[in-house]
């Protein structure tokens, strides 16, 4: 099992970039996949960005997709999701996700961060 600990988050203006961080332990870091997940008020848990454990293959939500940029760093066994040109839509509990596989998979087992609130206005 992975023990993951999440920074970063907050209130921002619509525009602004804010960076999550999630640091990772319990496993080899770099064996496995990394992701992030949203839930937004009212709403289910959605996928927002995942990393394959080279970090050389990524996935992103369309919604997200040119905006955010899902990263690691396995020296540091911290993964980090950058928001830039955030919006109010992008309002959310943003969780950390740990897979049980190289690469991520709707199947994959899954460890989670506690999460963290990122609220935007406008």
């Known amino acids: 099992q992975v023990t993951l600990v999440q920074s970063g988050g907050g209130s921002v203006q619509a525009g602004d970039s804010l960076r999550l961080s999630c640091a990772a332990s319990?496993?080899?870091?770099?064996?496995?996949?990394m992701g992030w997940f949203r839930q937004a008020p009212g709403k289910g848990r959605e996928f927002v960005a995942a990393?394959?454990?080279?970090?050389?293959?990524?996935d992103y939500a369309p919604s997200v997709r040119l905006r955010f940029t899902i990263s690691r760093d396995d020296a540091e066994n911290t993964v980090y999701l950058q928001m830039n040109n955030l919006g109010p839509e992008d309002t959310a509990i943003y969780y950390c996700?740990?897979?049980?596989?190289?690469?991520?998979?709707?199947?994959?087992?899954?460890?989670w961060g506690r999460g963290t609130q990122v609220t935007v206005s406008s």
């Open positions: 319990g496993r080899t870091f770099s064996d496995y996949a």
């Open positions: 990393i394959s454990w080279s970090g050389l293959t990524t």
């Open positions: 996700a740990a897979f049980g596989s190289a690469y991520y998979s709707t199947d994959s087992e899954v460890d």
